[in-house]
DNA sequence: GATGAATGAGGTTTCATTCAT
DNA sequence: AATGAATGAAACCTCATTCAT
């Protein structure tokens, strides 16, 4: 008996292995179409296709596209999350530690640095947050994650505000609007191509733009571009060593 | 002999104006069409219903959907360019007399203007740049518009350098970067989720970050926050009272 | 009155002659485009654009699309048979003195010699008689002029019999089906470039086969081949030197 | 273990079945309308409909009309190949015994027995032959597989006088161009107008030209039609009783 | 779990024809 | 006589989805 109750675990644990695997190659593949061709651009024949797997598939598994295309978003955005976390934690063991300021700039330059080399799930990220502009939009957690990252990022000013590492006349709201526009914007000028720049020049200056905006005034100095103050290295420091 | 000139030329001008109006018919329903349903979403049939024509006349006359489009992302974008220089002239009938950080300033509060309180035409313009993130896009004569702009903020940028009213240690091709990716990024936050925020605030801080960004610092004193130096009234200004 | 009579005639005439010449170069450019794309896939639009006119003129003078091809198999038929009958003619001032049997020689000849170097119509007419295979088909008038083309040839045969230039025992039905589809499939086998040879060996042959299939037995010798009887000159003999 | 793989293999006959029978049946209803209205005249939808299936069917199958088109005149050519060789075993066992003359005429009999009764099949070949004519013609293999028609009837004409069955002083390549246009124009003689001529008396003339074009002339005697040597009995000998 | 055959709605596009000029 | 704007039917094709295997 018990020999049967194991193999019966095993041969659930694998099939819940084999599909577990063959959501992913799914998601895989979507995300490389949907980054090449759009979210409509997109058939589900294809993803099974570039998957290596049969035609009906994608639907077999996940029901419908728009399930798909939501899982698909919902497993990029925690990809990047858990990027954005891991970060943090290779700058600072105890995020307790770190000032509000501090968090903003390695957000910042988290994304940038994710957007300099990005994944197919990232790239499709950005696909399907473009595809989320008209009124009417069709990819489901988009827009609710995003209200998230904008009122994470907020939060994260007003922390700053309380440990005085952001000025006080800063407005959390706005400020968290124009940053997540600037960090959104930025990435879809660089995968269209049609800025064609040096992108560790971006990050530098994004750096010094976030410190000139945020952080508070030095006895009659200038905020940050001179006399950065004592900072955690920026993520890209390394790579400009 | 005038009479039939005067038939030929009436009859030519009122089919050449039938022809026009029903272009500008179709461009209008096509722009509020997008803007609600994206470019796929947006069928040449459900263009032609809206404009109370028939299903044919969006081929008839453009040809092709792409070309259909690519016409009413020109119009949006020319028209976008003629309300920027129509707020300039209002600012100052002299273009020479104005410096290249103000041209800036007025850029930036003139798209953030725009998108507040946006035309079909400017929505639709939005969701069409977020419909060329995929690789293979469709949409054409977007990418180009995209990089012209690029690089006419960056001329403006350094010639704000030349005329000594944008510090020198600026890159103009980073800003630019940052200044249009901020810009887009921006609207297209508040299209999507308009409820969420002030947008009163967020022109006043954005004014407020270019001048932090690129003013030069007075005698020790700070950018343009507290002492903003002598400006040109914002565009806001006058709807902030 | 005279002049007022004299002045509308002639207007009439020019009217008339305009139009007429407008018909032909219809008609021309329908030749060449359905010589190349075939019935189906010549547009009237099409047809206007080659001629140099507007879209709206075919309709405009041949009232649909069915007529304007009908119209032009026919001219394209009268044309040949006006070339058959040149070719007749100038071979022998008076047809009475020609034999059945020379007259099929001249005008299986005649029609090789046509479809040797056709001109538009001539490639259009065999183009529409193979857009008559389907059974129900479109193109008016082209069976029925296939018919009298058969029957033509079969009454040439029989008069050829009572001329005793032809073998009595011969069919004249069923020689003229032979013959008219030898001459068709070879029309369209040239034209499809699917028989990649030489003409003039074809055409020898061709006349060569006649003599034997029709000319009767001169006393224990065999019909045309060794020793061709007293014939009129081929056509294609001032060809061939 | 045997059950799973019988199942599988009985699922995947069955699968395989359900498919090679619908293409069977497109192609079926495919000749029918492609004989009725021609290639251009017959829609995808409509095959669908007399197939008794739905119209999105014949584009799954075949990926594009035009491809649906070519298989099934790869049908049936290979349809017509196969029964001109079983007509031809039927005459004679061994085929190293049958003289090139006899191939000849068993080649020019069996068609013509095909298309005095043409099934659907027979009947879509001709008119996909005739909607080849145009020079931009789109039904692909068709011209390709003209060529080698008259490239083997060429052949077996030359082997024929090899074997000295055929005259040395005919030439192969114009002979088979005659002899291949002849058949073809005949066909299409018969379909476009199938009542005005009797198809048994047009069978023999032919078969009489066939001999007196190519047999040699037996001391002093004429070819074929008097004393037709020792050959095979006609395939039409049979019907004719 | 996986395959792929089948459906049918919907998209773009072409085009003959009608009609205002 | 001539133009070309407008219509609407119909074509091919794509594709999400359903269902039998």
Redesign the interface.
Known sequence: MTGVTVSAERARRTQAERRSRSEEALLDAAAEL?????V??TSLASIGGRAGVSRGLPTHHFGSKDTLVARLAQRAQEGIAAAMVANLEKQARKLDEVSGLEVVHLTVDSYLEIFEHPTPDE?AL??M??????????VEGM?EA??RS?EGLAEVIASGQRDRSIRS???P???A??L???????????????????MR??R???D??VT??LAP?PD????G?GAPARRLRSVSDGAAG
């Open positions: 949907i980054a090449e061709r759009g409509e651009g790239r950005l696909v947050w473009g595809s989320t502009f008209p009124s009417r939009s069709s827009v995003e209200r904008y006349d800063v407005e709201a706005a400020a609007v124009l997540l526009g600037m960090i959104r914007g930025i990435a879809a000028l660089i995968l269209t191509d049609s800025a064609v720049t040096d020049s971006v530098r200056t994004c010094e733009w000139s905006a005034l009659g100095g200038r905020g571009v």
